[in-house]
């Protein structure tokens, strides 16, 4: 393989298990969610999931080379209740997939349907755990939730906050502060109903060490807020 992982034939999904062999494995994500399998599970209405997110100044966000990702570490946003039992998990960064047209770019499909982008917001238990390091090497270590893109009329404010910003991180490795405060509860449907299921990182290493909560409703962006390269 390619020194570094992509999404070419020659360093894809297909070859990332000879570099990082927890990609071989049987609770890979992204998966394709098939909405008539999928069932309803009355335990998880018992304890709602539930988030206490806090407005943040001064993130970071960074390209990564492989698209954009914000620092939310301290950021004493929570995450606890459905799918994730007894433990709080806390918000680490969140980050976006995107494709080359807004007829894909999502990772998760549902019914063979792509979506036109997908942001995932990344949380690392503490109630078990020291560190999102430590987190990411157990299969209950890390919670992250998916919201779907769909493209429609409407920008985002929440999302252009972010997007007005990438023309300062053009390259790998570049960084910016973002200048407004951002509450990370306005990325969020307002339908509140979501799949879950046990699975990995969508990128290398392919830990299996994330439990998957994916929003069902997407939530609408503007063709030019999710095709910018
Ligand atoms: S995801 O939400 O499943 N797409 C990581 C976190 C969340 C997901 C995928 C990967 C992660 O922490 N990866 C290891 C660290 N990364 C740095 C990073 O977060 O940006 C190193 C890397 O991949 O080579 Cu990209
Ligand atoms: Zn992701």
Redesign the pocket.
């Known amino acids: 393989m390619a020194a570094e992982w992509g999404y070419s034939p020659t360093n894809g999904p297909d070859v990332w298990a000879r570099l990082f062999p927890q990609a071989g494995g049987a609770r890979q ?1 992204p998966v394709d969610i098939c909405t008539s399998i999928a069932s309803s599970d009355s335990n998880l209405e018992m304890k709602k999931l539930t988030f206490a997110y806090e407005s943040q100044s001064d993130l970071r966000i960074l390209n ?1 080379g ?1 698209g954009w ?1 914000v620092e939310a570490p301290q950021s004493g946003s929570r995450l606890e209740g459905g799918p994730l039992g007894e433990d709080i998990y806390q918000l680490e ?1 969140f980050h976006c997939h995107w494709g080359e047209t807004s007829a894909e770019g999502s990772e998760h499909t549902v019914d063979g349907r792509a979506y036109a982008g997908e942001l ?1 917001l ?1 949380h690392w238990n503490t109630t078990k755990y020291q560190s999102f390091a430590e987190a ?1 090497q157990h299969p209950d270590g890390l919670a ?1 939730l998916g919201v779907f893109f769909d493209v429609g009329n409407e920008s985002n404010d929440e999302i252009e906050k972010i997007v007005s910003t990438l023309s300062e991180i053009k390259f790998k490795g570049q960084f910016t502060d973002i200048p407004d405060v951002i509450d990370p509860t306005t990325f969020l449907p307002s339908g509140l109903g979501y799949w879950t299921y046990l699975g990995s ?5 392919c830990n299996e060490c ?1 439990i998957w909560i994916v929003y069902k409703e997407p939530i609408t962006v503007t063709e030019e807020q999710v095709t910018y390269h």
């Open positions: 994500s990564t492989h990702k960064q995932h990344v990411a992250v990182l969508t990128t290398p290493p994330v």
